[in-house]
Structures are given as structure tokens and as C-alpha cells.
């Protein structure tokens, strides 16, 4: 489980550095609960990618979130990612699900993969940002401005 953990954490490291212990255990616990389960896929022994997917029932309708998917460098373009989902599909429909939810950002290959498989748009979700000065970024000066000083 650790080297399934430390594969979804490094392969959403923008930096690419190695993920941190405190990453693996979150991603670990995350796993573990009892309503999750965790998927690996093997090229030749090596792990070549991790993900997992959590069941659950939700007004009446049996529902899976599939969620955590990287393919390690090496073995990606090879159809792992297409395979792990479709996986967790089949996985979902064993424990009687008949509504299934990925996310993505647009795309990438997530984004394409999940089509692939009859995924379609649900909804558009935003993300917004606020720049400010970095006077204000300092955490002193920002205490000292939200007490009047």
C-alpha cells in the first residue's frame, strides 16, 4: 500500500521532488477507509500505476467517486490509465453502482481517457485566484493590518 500511496503522490507533485511521508500516510489513510479501495497496475513486476475509488450510497442510488489515478513516467501513453478506470468501472457495477464520477481538469489525458469510456460533462466547476502585494503576503505585517496596529 505504501508504494501505491507514494505513486499517486509523486504523480501529482507539479515539482516532480519525491512526496513527502506526510503525503504517503494521508494518501495511505485515504485508502484504507472502509468505504475506498485501491487498485495497482504491474508492467513486467514494476509498479506502473496506483489509483483508487470509493462506493457509497447516496439518496437511494448506489454511486462510485474514482479517484487518485497516476501512471509512472515509464509507462505512460501504454493505455494503463484506460485500464485502471475501466477497472474501477467494473469494479462499481460488481457492488451494484449505476452512477459513476471522475474528475478532470480539460485536456489532459484524464479528461480524455474518462470519454473514452462514456464519461460526460456534468458541470463546470471555477477557480479563482487573488493576487495582493507582497507587503501584504508577510504574515506579521497581515496580523499587524487585520488588528489596526
Known sequence: MRAQAGLVSAGFRLDGAEPDAA????????ILH?????????????????????????DGVRACSLWGTAVATPYRKRGIQQALIARRLAHAIE?????????????????RNAARLGFGLSYVRFMMSKAWPESLANTDESAKQDEGH
Open 23 to 30: 503525503d504517503i500516510t494521508i494518501l495511505e489513510r485515504a
Open 34 to 58: 472502509e468505504r475506498s479501495t485501491g487498485f495497482m497496475a504491474f508492467v513486467d513486476g514494476q509498479l506502473a500505476g496506483a489509483c483508487s475509488m470509493e462506493i457509497c450510497t447516496i
Open 95 to 111: 457492488h451494484g453502482c449505476s452512477l459513476a464520477i471522475i474528475e478532470s481538469k480539460p485536456g489532459i489525458p484524464t479528461e
